[in-house]
Nanobody
Framework: VQLQASGGGLAQAGGSLRLSCAAS????????MGWFRQAPGKEREFVSA???????YYENSVKGRFTISRDNAKNSVYLQMNSLKPEDTAVYYC?????????????WGQGTQVTVSS
C-alpha cells in the first residue's frame, strides 16, 4: 500500500488544519487507517485511528479536538484538527493496517509537517 499525506502547514494556536491521506490499492475499504506524529526529539506517537468498520480511536490529548474520517470511494482518510495547540507541532504520518484492525500498521506515508504557533 502506498500512502500520500498532505494538508500540513502553519497554523496559529486555536486554529484548524485538515490532513488528508490518499492510499493506493483496490481494497482500501478493508484497511484500518491511522495517524501518528513525531515531534522533534520525541518518539513517534499514536494520534488517531479508524478501523475498516468505522470504529474510531483517539489519543487522550486530542480527544474532542481532532476527528478522523474516511472516504472509501476516494481511498482517503482525513484528520480534522481543531483548537490546535503548540504542542501539536510535529510531522504527521498516515499508516495502513491491511488486516482491517488498528493495531498492525505496516505501511507508512512520507509525513506532513504541522506547525502551530502560539
Amino acid at each position: 500500500v502506498q500512502l500520500q499525506a498532505s494538508g500540513g502547514g502553519l497554523a496559529q494556536a486555536g486554529g484548524s488544519l485538515r490532513l488528508s491521506c490518499a492510499a493506493s490499492g483496490r481494497t482500501f475499504d478493508s484497511y484500518g487507517m491511522g495517524w501518528f506524529r513525531q515531534a522533534p526529539g520525541k518518539e513517534r506517537e499514536f494520534v488517531s485511528a479508524i478501523s475498516s468498520s468505522g470504529s474510531t480511536y483517539y489519543e487522550n490529548s486530542v480527544k474532542g479536538r481532532f476527528t478522523i474520517s474516511r472516504d472509501n470511494a476516494k481511498n482517503s482518510v482525513y484528520l480534522q484538527m481543531n483548537s490546535l495547540k503548540p504542542e501539536d507541532t510535529a510531522v504527521y504520518y498516515c499508516a495502513a493496517d491491511e488486516t482491517g484492525t488498528t493495531s498492525l500498521f505496516n505501511s507508512w506515508g512520507q509525513g506532513t509537517q504541522v506547525t502551530v504557533s502560539s
